[in-house]
C-alpha cells in the first residue's frame, strides 16, 4: 500500500518492514518472449533477495530490457511468471504496481509538464495525499539537483537531466523495490554519486534495487548481487563476489559472454 | 560521390517502406493524390498550348512563380523539411563541399513533392512547342526553375534550421499555419473575386514578375516564341544569376551550419507553478483532468485542434452570408460537439510511450478515461453551449433551441463516451510529440482510417434519437419534441457517456501492456 507516510522524508524508505528474509523481492521464473522470429527473452528465471543490490548486466540486445519489462508489468511474457514479495505481476498487477518504483529505458515521458508537475503527476496517479506529493516533491528535486529547473518544460531538459526527473517519479511513493533500467546513462558524474548516495541510503533501509547496465565498474563497486544475461538467457547469478570468482567483472563478463576479439588485426590503425 | 548521395536518399527511402507493407499503402495514397494533381496539371499545360499566346505566357509564369514561392514558404511555415539527408550528418565525413551541394540539391527531387515538380515544370516544354526554339528555351527554362525550387527550399530550410529547432518556433508555427490552411475556402473565394474584377490585370502582373527572380526562368519559352530574343537573354542572365546567388547563399549557410550546430536550449525556471494540478482534485481521476488540460493548452497536436474551433464558426458564417439562409449557422453547435467529442478518440497514441508512466503507476482504468474525458469536458462544454445558442441570436427562429441543445449535447456525451472505448483498444497513426500537428504520422495508416471512419459510423448511429426527434420537430412543428429531445439528449448522452468510460476503463486495464507494445513500435 502507499499509506501516506506521517514523516516523508529523503531517502524515500520502503513501506512497511522488510518480511521474512524467505519471500525474494523479485521471483522470475520461466519469462520468455518472443518478438516475430527473434527470440528476446529464452526463460528466465531468476531470485532477487530482500535487501540486495541486485545488478543485471549484459551486452547490448541481450534482453535485459525485456526481461525487466516484463517483470515490472509493462509487456506481457509469452511463458512465465514474476512475483515481485510474492504478489504475482500479471495476476495482481495493480497491487504489484503498489510495491514497485519503475524507471523504463527508451520510453517518452509527460514532457510538456515542467519536471515538478511531472513528479506531482506520478505521485497523485498513485493515489497520494496532495500534502505528501508536495513536500516529497520539493525533497526529490533538491536530491536530484534539479531544483533550479523545477519549473522548465521536460521537453527542455538535458538528456541526463530527463533521466533525474524520471528517476524522481519512481521514487515518490516510496516502493519496496525500485527497478531502474539504465539508470546512469547520459547523467553526469556528480549526479550520478548524489544517485547513488541515494540508493544505497535507500537499500541500507531495507529497500531493493535492481539495476541493469553494461558499465560492469559501476556494477561491481555499487552492487552487491549481480546477473549476467545474454542471448535472452542467464549465464550466472549469485552474489557479486561469487560471480566474479576472483577475477574483475568485466573480465569475468567477457568471458561468459565470449565474443571478445583478441586485439590482434587493424594493424593499419597503429599510428607508429 | 554525388551518386552516393542519391543511391542514399535512394536506399532510405526503400528501407523506410520496408518497416511495413502499411508504409507503402499509405505512400501509394500520396502518391495517388499526387499523381491525379499532377496529371491535371500536366494535361492542363499541354492543352495551354492551343491557347493564345498571352494566356499560355501568363499561365506559365504566374503557376511557376507560384511554385518556387511554395517551396520557399512552405518547409518553413510547416516546419516539416524533407530531412532525410540533413547536411548536419555528413558533418564527420569530410565530403568536398561542391559535391555535397551537388549531391543534396539532387537528392531534393526525390521524392513526391521534388518529382511532381520536375514533371509539371518539363511539360511547360510541351506548351512551347510550338516550334523547335521555343520548346528548347523553355525546356532550359525548366529545368533553371526546377532547380530554383529546389534551391530556395535548402536556403530557407538551412537558413532557418537553428529557429526551426527551438521547440517554441515549432509549437507556434504549427499552430499558426493552421489559420490559413482552415480559412482556405473564404481566402480562396476572396482572391477569386478579385481575379474576375481585374481579369486584365493579371497579364500585365505576369509581366513584370517575369523580370524578377521567380518568374524569369518560366518566361523563357514565351519570350523566345513571341520573337523577343533579346528579353529571352535577359531574362536568362536573371534566371542564372538568381540560381548561382542562390547555391552561394546555400554554400556559406551550410558550411557556417556545418560548425555551428543549433543549439535548441532554454532559460531555467525554479518551480512553485502547479498549474491546473492545483486546481484540480488531488486524486487520479483529477491528476489525469489536470495533465490533459495542461496538454490542450500546451501540445500544439492538442491546440491545433483548439484553433479549428472559432475558425470552423468564420467559414461556416462565411457560407452562410454567401447563402441566403442563415439556417446553416445552427449546424455549428453539433457539428463543434463532434469535433470536440472525437479529438480524444486517440489519446493514447497522443501519449504515445509515455503512457508507460499510466502503466507503472497502475492508475485504475476509469480514472484514466474519467480525467481524459472530464478534460475536454471542461473546455468543450462552454464553447459548444455557446456556438449553440448564438446562432439562434441571428436566426431568430428560437423554437429549434432546444432541440439542437439536445442534438449539440447528446453528441458532446455520447462522442466521449465513444472516444473513450476507441482510444483504449486502438491504436492509430498520430504525429509524435513535439512533432508538427501536419507531419506525416508514422505508423498504420490502413488501421487509422478503418478506425476513423468505424468511429464516426458508431457515433452516427449512437445520436440517432437525437437526430430522429429534430426530424420530427420538423414534421409536425411541435415544440414539445424540442423540449423533449434536450431530455432525451442529455439522458442518452449520460448513459452512453458512462457506459463509454466503464468499457474503456475495463479494456484498458485488460490491454494496457498490448497497447504500451503497439505505440512502442510508433515510437
Redesign the interface.
Known sequence: MTAPQPHPALPPTPAGPPPGGAVPALSIRGLAKRFGTKIAVDGISLDVPAGSFYGIVGPNGAGKTTTLSMA?????PDFGTALVHGVDVWAN??E???L?G?L?D????????????LI???G????M??GV?ASRVGEL?AAMDL???????V??YSAGMTKKIALA??LI?APRLLVLDEPFEAVDPVSASNIRSILDSYVASGGTVIVSSHVMDLVQRMCDHVAVVAGGRLLAAGTVDEVRAGASLEDRFVQLVGGRSHTEGLEWLRTS | MVAHLLRLKLTLLRNGLKRSPWQIVGIAFGALYAVGIVGALVVALIMLGRESHEIAQTAVVLGGSLAILGWGLIPVAVSSADMTLDPLRFTTFAVPMRQLLAGLALGGLIGIPGVATALVGLATVATWSRGILSAGAALVGAVLGILTCILLSKVVTTATASLASS?RFKDISGVVFMIPLILLGPIVAGVAQGITASAGFLPDFARALAWTPLGAAWSLGGDVDAGQPGAAGLKLLIAAATLAGLTWCWKVLLERALVNPPYA???????????M?ALLP???T???A??SL??WL??PRYGGSLIVIPLLAVVLFFQASQGDSLGVLSVLGPLTAFLMAWSISADISY????F?????????GTADRLGRALACLILSVPVVLAFTVVPFAFTGSWEWLPGVLGLSLGMLLSGLGLSSVVSARYNIAVPL??DSPFKKPPGNVGQTMLVQFGGMGVLALLVIPEAALLIVQSVTGNPFFGWLNLGVGLALGLVLFVVGVRIGGRWL?ARG??M??QL?VN?
Open positions: 515490472t508489468g509493462l509487456l506481457r498487477p495493480l504489484a504496481k503498489r514497485m519503475i523504463p527508451g520510453v517518452r515521458l509527460f514532457d510538456r509538464l515542467t519536471g515538478e508537475q506531482t503527476y506520478a497523485l496517479l498513485r493515489g495525499d496532495r506529493v528535486l531544483a533550479q529547473d523545477a519549473g522548465t518544460l521537453v527542455d517519479s519512481a511513493h | 521547440r536550449g532554454g532559460g531555467s525556471r525554479k518551480g512553485g507553478k502547479l498549474g494540478f488531488p486524486t487520479p483529477g491528476a489525469v489536470a495533465r495542461t496538454y500546451r501540445d501519449d504515445n510511450t509515455a508507460a508512466l499510466h502503466l507503472a503507476t497502475g492508475v485504475r510529440p513535439g486495464e501492456p498490448e504500451l507494445a512502442t515510437r
